[in-house]
C-alpha cells in the first residue's frame, strides 16, 4: 500500500531526520494561515512554496520541484489557484522555503537476493549499500558520491551525511516500509527533507524510541546547524 505523503514524513520525524516544515492545504485561507504561522510561538509571515500533490509511489517524491518563494498573500493565493486545479480535489502541499543545496536522493528498496538496500543518488552519481549500515558502510556512501561538492569544511559536510543515512537506515531497518525514496537537500552542516513517498504491506506502526543519547550513538559528534 502507498503511504499517505504527510504520515511519510510524520514517520521520518519520528525517526529524528530533519523534514522541512509542511502541511497539506486546500484553500488560499489555508495556505495563507500556514505562512502565517498562528500556532509558533514568534509568529509572523515567512515566505513559503507550494507543490501539486502527485501519487505517493516511491519514483514519484520530488518530482518537479521548481521553487517559487512566495512572500505575500496574493503571490499564494496566485500559485494555489494554479495548482488547485490539477486533479488534486484542491490539496496542495505548502511548505517552509529552504535554502539552496545539494539536491539528492535516497531510495530504498526491498530484493530478492539481497534484502533492504539504500541508493544515495545526485544528478550525476549513484552508489548503494546493503543495511543495516555501520559508520564504516555509512562512510563509504558518502566518499562515493562524487557529486558531493560544498563550500567549507568537506569534513563537516560528509560527517552530516554519514549522520543521516545512518537515521535513514534505522529508519528503514525497523519499520515495514519496503520501498521509499527521499528528495534531499544537502547543506554544509544540515540537511533538510523536502519529499517523501513510501509503500508498505501493512499501515504504518511509530514504534517507541529509544532515548536522545542512544538513538544517536552512532552519530555522536555529529550536531546540525543552520535552517532545519
Do not use: C
Amino acid at each position: 500500500m502507498t503511504i499517505d505523503k504527510m504520515e511519510a514524513l510524520e514517520l521520518l520525524k519520528h525517526y529524528k531526520i530533519n523534514v522541512a516544515r509542511s502541511k497539506i492545504v486546500d484553500s488560499p485561507e489555508d495556505a495563507i494561515a500556514f505562512a502565517e504561522r498562528r500556532t509558533a510561538k514568534d509568529p509572523r509571515f515567512m515566505p513559503i512554496v507550494l507543490h501539486s500533490i502527485i501519487s505517493g509511489a516511491p519514483g514519484n517524491a520530488g518530482s518537479a520541484r521548481a521553487e517559487s518563494a512566495l512572500h505575500t498573500e496574493e503571490a499564494i493565493r496566485l500559485a494555489y489557484e494554479s495548482l488547485a486545479g490539477t486533479g488534486t480535489n484542491g490539496k496542495v502541499l505548502a511548505q517552509a522555503v529552504t535554502d539552496p543545496g545539494t539536491d539528492v536522493t535516497i531510495v530504498g528498496r526491498t530484493q530478492e537476493d539481497l534484502g533492504k538496500v539504500i541508493v544515495l543518488s545526485s544528478a550525476t552519481h549513484s552508489v548503494e549499500r546493503m543495511i543495516p549500515l555501520d559508520l564504516a558502510g555509512a562512510e563509504l556512501l558518502a566518499l562515493n558520491l562524487q557529486a558531493f561538492h560544498h563550500h567549507g569544511s568537506s569534513e563537516k559536510a560528509h560527517r552530516m551525511l554519514e549522520h543521516l543515512l545512518l537515521r535513514v537506515s534505522d529508519f528503514f531497518e525497523d519499520s515495514t516500509v519496503t520501498e521509499f525514496l527521499l528528495a534531499v537537500r544537502l547543506h554544509e552542516n544540515s540537511y533538510t527533507v523536502l519529499d517523501a513517498s513510501m509503500t508498505s504491506p501493512k499501515a504504518l506502526h511509530f514504534k517507541e524510541r529509544l532515548g536522545r543519547h542512544a538513538q544517536d550513538k552512532r552519530g555522536a559528534g555529529y550536531h546540525a546547524s543552520g535552517h532545519q
